[in-house]
């Protein structure tokens, strides 16, 4: 029988939460252009309605729901071991293309997802 993967609890800013954001449905949106081998585009559209969720209180179907907090508000985001590897990959993924075409501060968020999330999953092992 399958065990539930472990939830990981990290904690970053608004501002990096929506970089992470914006980084995982740019990789959707090339998934669903070049087809969608490793089914990308689920994985990544359930850790963006997670983010939702969690920290813009997003309801579908309720006006005024799903307002991100001030981007220097620090929130915890709850996903599991699989899902921040992947937003760990795709920030780094997107951070390299940021930088890429001149778009450095971009890329330096996403850097710094991508080692934060990297981290606390190191330490979430130990």
């Keep these: 029988m399958d065990q539930p993967e472990k939830v990981v609890s990290l904690r970053m800013t608004t501002r990096q939460w929506r970089h992470l954001d914006g980084a995982l449905d740019s990789e959707i949106s090339v998934a669903a252009e070049n087809g969608d081998p490793r089914q990308i585009v689920s994985a990544a559209s359930g850790i963006r309605r ?69 981290e606390g999953l190191t330490a979430g092992s130990a």
Excluded at 58 to 72: K, L, M, R, T
Excluded at 91 to 109: F, I, L
């Design 50 to 118: 997670a983010g939702w969720d969690q920290i813009a209180h997003w309801v579908p179907d309720v006006a005024g729901s799903g307002d991100w907090p001030p981007d220097d508000e620090e929130i915890v985001a709850h996903l599991s071991r699989g899902d921040w590897a992947l937003a760990a990959e795709c920030a780094a993924h997107w951070a390299a293309v940021a930088a890429s075409v001149g778009h450095e501060q971009e890329a330096a968020v996403l850097r710094g997802v991508q080692a934060l999330v990297a």
